[in-house]
């Protein structure tokens, strides 16, 4: 049985360096020789960088998918947006992030009992900008 | 085996794409973007270039235009430029392992084996850059960098029917092309080459390309001989190569109106300045110092050359030397109808690279070189701008972008 244990953070904040080695009790010396590549939470939340860009969350629309205010979403342009996916949207020179619906003819649905669906019909202009891959949140 | 093709890929009107990535609102409206300090434009759409907004043209001279035509304006965002231009480039290089940058919004790729379908290969590129970034590009293919060139030009010219990808391995379309083409819209082909070249006859491009290239590699420089070769489609220039660096790179130009405030001089000079920074980081070279003149109504010609610590092609080291030059050589009451930028000592970027890379901020290599220029013009030759001349500054790029992609309080919000 392996376990993992991570130590302190080196380099940049972002980057901690994982050891797979096994860690127990009377031997110690084993792990530094097994130190592998360091962790980044770019690495984990981000695919694509060239085609990834962030967007603050303003409202609260989108609480019930676990979207608050003041979130930082991973926007990844390169992926076409499929049924379900979360987008964020420009709907009429406004950006919005919503659940994208039946993309052949679109529903932007909220996940906020408080706000209304937006099924898109002609009058309005609707661009997919980007679909969010992921999210980031500060707890203090 | 087959030829290797070169390709120039270019991103039309590149800093107003930028500004309309975040802004996708400002897709069908007109957009300008102005040099640092607001001084005058630098980038534009067509639509704003049809109404004859030139790169160059002062601010405050179309401001009319501006308002009637409610054409939106930028201050420049370097910051945001510099990003795309890396993603540009990685997206570049999903299509090939063979991309070489050849400035902020321009890079040559290399094709080896490809053959029939580079056509199509390309124009998936081009639909992945505009869905993947919302940048419009346009793709010339051609056996040499020097054709790549070429059929960029038509690519971008005429890009609803060639849909920018214009390929000339053809013999036949080369000549086509070359017949049509001036001498001075060849890559590498300046205004003075032009000049002397029009003296023997040489007025189209075609005829460059059937020019004794022995005969003129004798009259100019074996660049021209390099120039000529590839015309024919042998490739002189190595991927990474670029024709010709320049030994000193100069901008100047006359005055609409004479001007008479010192504060109007740095303008103009900041504008110079940055665009031989420009040509400066294109040949991929450093410069080791600035030569700042200004011509007067009466003919007198004032100047000052100041000399770096360490070789630079960082705008903001220029801009910096031009504010103390300016205060040590202009006079007050003076009338000023011409300025101009000279940099000087020309190295190439290549072998300074690691001191640029350890050097976190450019602050120190400032304040080294300052203090070159007082021990060597005398003591507080140069001290730094007033406090009033920095707020100046600040406040003339008000109408700047977020920085969408460097800062985290500046990321577009979504509600």
């Not at chain 1, 009429?92 to 932007?108: A, C, G, Q, W």
């Not at chain 2, 109106?257 to 010192?262: C, R, V």
């Not at chain 2, 930028?341 to 001191?355: A, E, I, N, R, T």
Request: contains cysteine; hydrophobic residues 35%; positive net charge.
């Amino acid at each position: 049985m392996s376990k993992v244990s991570i130590l302190k953070p080196q380099g940049s904040y972002s980057d901690i360096p994982l050891y797979s080695g096994r860690v127990s009790a009377g031997f110690p010396g084993v792990v530094d020789e097994h130190m592998e590549d360091t962790l980044s939470l770019d690495q984990l939340l981000i695919k694509q960088p060239a085609t990834t860009f962030f967007a603050r969350v303003e409202g609260d629309s989108m609480i019930e998918a676990g979207i608050f205010q003041g979130d930082v979403l991973v926007v990844d342009r390169s992926i076409d947006a499929k049924d379900g996916d979360i987008v964020v949207a420009l709907l009429d020179n406004e950006f919005t992030v919503k659940r994208l619906k039946n993309p052949e003819s679109p529903i932007l649905q909220s996940e906020n009992p408080n706000y209304p669906n937006i099924t898109v019909t002609g009058e309005h202009e609707l661009t997919i900008w980007g679909v969010v891959t992921g999210l980031a949140r500060s707890l203090r | 085996m087959s030829k290797s093709t070169y390709a120039l890929c270019d991103v039309n009107s590149f800093y107003v794409a930028c500004e309309r990535l975040f802004r996708p609102d400002l897709q069908n409206k007109p957009v300008v973007v102005l040099s640092n300090n607001d001084g005058c434009a630098i980038a534009m759409c067509e639509y704003s270039k049809s109404l004859g907004i030139k790169i160059g043209t002062p601010h405050f001279q179309i401001k009319t235009l501006i308002k009637k035509h409610d054409i939106e304006c930028f201050s420049s965002n370097y910051g945001l430029y510099g990003d795309i231009s890396q993603r540009f480039n990685w997206v570049l290089s999903q299509f090939t392992d063979k991309v070489s940058p050849y400035s902020v919004d321009e890079s040559f790729l290399k094709f080896d084996g490809f053959t029939d379908n580079l056509i199509q290969h390309c124009k998936r590129l081009r639909k992945t850059v505009d869905e993947w970034l919302s940048l419009p590009i346009c793709i010339g293919l051609a056996p040499t960098k020097t054709l790549a060139k070429v059929a960029n030009y038509y690519a971008k010219k005429h890009q609803g029917s060639t849909q920018g990808v214009v390929d000339l391995r053809n013999e036949q379309h080369r000549e086509w092309a070359l017949r049509r083409m001036q001498v001075s819209d060849i890559w590498g082909v300046g205004r003075r080459l032009t000049q002397k070249l029009k003296l023997h006859g040489i007025i189209t491009a075609w005829d460059l390309h059937n020019a004794d290239y022995k005969t003129l590699q004798r009259m100019f420089s074996v660049n021209m001989e390099r120039t000529i070769l590839e015309l024919r489609g042998q490739p002189c220039l190595t991927f990474s190569e670029l024709p010709q660096p320049k030994q000193s790179i100069l901008n100047s130009r006359s005055f609409g109106n004479p001007i008479t405030e010192q504060s109007d001089l740095k303008e103009a000079l900041a504008y110079h300045a940055t665009r031989c920074c420009e040509k400066l980081r294109k040949q991929s070279s450093l410069a080791s110092s600035i030569q700042l003149f200004l011509y007067t109504r009466d003919g007198y010609h004032h100047g000052i050359t100041l000399p770096f610590s360490e070789p630079t092609d960082d705008t903001s080291c220029f801009l910096k030397a031009i504010n103390s030059g300016v205060q040590k050589i202009y006079k007050a009451g003076e009338v000023y109808k011409k300025a101009g930028v000279v940099l000087f000592g020309l190295v190439p970027s290549s072998g300074y690279q690691s001191d640029i890379f350890s050097n976190t901020s450019q602050r120190p290599e400032l304040m080294d070189s300052l203090d070159t220029i007082n021990k060597k013009y005398g003591q507080d030759t140069i001290k730094f701008g007033s406090l009033g001349f920095a707020k100046r500054w600040a406040m003339r790029c008000n109408a700047q972008s977020p920085h969408y992609t460097t800062r985290w309080s500046e990321i577009i919000k979504v509600s």
